[in-house]
Structure formats: C-alpha cells, structure tokens
T-cell receptor, first 115, second 109 residues
Framework: EAGVAQSPRYKIIEKRQSVAFWCNPI?????LYWYQQILGQGPKLLIQ????????DSQLPKDRFSAERLKGVDSTLKIQPAKLEDSAVYLC?????????????FGPGTRLTVL | KNEVEQSPQNLTAQEGEFITINCSYS?????LHWLQQHPGGGIVSLFM?????KKHGRLIATINIQEKHSSLHITASHPRDSAVYIC???????????WGAGTKLIIKP
C-alpha cells in the first residue's frame, strides 16, 4: 500500500515570500492532518480535515496560514507571507477515520527554511 | 507543564545495550502511542496501547494506567535504532494527540 506522499521535501524561501505544500494521503483515508514540528519539539496540530470539511483549525495562524482539501483527497497548506519563525518541518498524516484509536500514518515531511 | 513528559531527552548507548525510554502523562487517556522519527524522515507509528504490554521484534512497550506511565524498551540495540522516539497520548475527551518532546537515541557501534 502506498504511503502518505508530500512535496516538496525541502524548501528555502525568504521572509515575506509565499510557499505551498502538497499532501496526498493514503487511498481511502477520510481524515487528514497537517502538523508543524519545530526543531527539538513535538509536532503541533495545525489543521484536521474529515473528508473535505475542517474538524479543527484552532491552532492554525489564520492571518498567514491557509489549507484546503477541496475534493476530500489531497490537500495543500499555504503560508503567505512567511516569517522566520515558520521554519519547521511540516508533516502531513492521514487516518481511516477520526477517533482516539485510529492510527495516523505520516508522510516524510517538508522541511521549510525561512531566511 | 507539558501534559506528556518524556525522559531522557537524549540517550547515547553502545550497540547491544538494553534501552528504556519513559513517558509520563497527567491527563486521562484512551491510548498511548509510541512513534519513531529518523533524521530528515517522517514519523512511523510503532505501538498504540491502552493497557498491558505489546511486543514487536526487539521493541517492547508497556503501560501502567494507574501510574500514568509508559515505557519503550529496545533489546539488543543496533545503530539503525538511532532515531527520535516520541510518545503521544490520545485523550479521553477528544481525538487529538498530545505529543511529548521526544527522546533522541544514538546507538554507537
């Protein structure tokens, strides 16, 4: 079974530029998560989708971050404009459904460096 | 205070040693997850447990619900086990994972 795909793997931009990340979850997985992981810390949930609807985006900095999952399959996360503190690894994960016992499968991540 | 605490933060050991990583949590949970993250790589789920003990190859995970504590053990450690090991808790009240900060493990040959 193919895993969660993410692109690009690495991105370097200057502050105030825009950037977009793409995620394709495991086929059939209804729930998709975007996490931000700053070096030395655990992942922080930015947004969770159930099919094409948002379940939780309480920790998404909405003034600069946006995410969509229009057809309920793949998803994009955008940062506009980027700040230095956005340098992190952005992880996408998917699970069959939402629930405490649903195992999340993670993609390889996108490492963003903001200069 | 973080709701999920891991120790140690960093651990260096020689190949073949028995490794223990600890995780304590302060909230009511439904499940405790152990995950592995290699440098530059994504995260792989190792175990999800809500009671007792699970074993997979050289990895063993245990949980004590009363003491709100879980451990991850690696027997006959190998340099390829070098990674960051993270514990994360699924809370009773919602579906989100509360993450520990991770333990960076280095196994020297």
């Amino acid at each position: 079974e193919a895993g969660v795909a993410q692109s690009p793997r690495y991105k370097i931009i200057e502050k105030r530029q825009s950037v977009a990340f793409w995620c394709n979850p495991i086929s059939g997985h209804a729930t998709l998560y975007w996490y931000q992981q700053i070096l030395g810390q655990g992942p922080k949930l930015l947004i969770q989708f159930q099919n094409n609807g948002v379940v939780d985006d309480s920790q998404l900095p909405k003034d600069r971050f946006s995410a969509e999952r229009l057809k309920g399959v793949d998803s994009t996360l955008k940062i506009q404009p980027a700040k230095l503190e956005d340098s992190a690894v952005y992880l996408c994960a998917s699970s069959l459904a939402t629930g405490v016992y649903n195992e999340q499968f993670f993609g390889p991540g996108t490492r963003l460096t903001v200069l | 205070k973080n709701e999920v605490e891991q120790s140690p933060q960093n651990l260096t050991a020689q190949e073949g040693e028995f490794i223990t990583i600890n995780c304590s949590y302060s909230v009511g949970i439904s499940a405790l997850h152990w995950l592995q993250q290699h440098p530059g790589g994504g995260i792989v789920s190792l175990f999800m447990l809500s009671s007792g003990k699970k074993k997979h190859g050289r990895l063993i995970a245990t949980i004590n619900i009363q003491e709100k504590h879980s451990s991850l053990h690696i027997t006959a450690s190998h340099p390829r086990d070098s990674a960051v090991y993270i514990c994360a808790a699924s809370m009773d009240s919602n579906y989100q994972l509360i993450w520990g900060a991770g333990t960076k493990l280095i196994i020297k040959p």
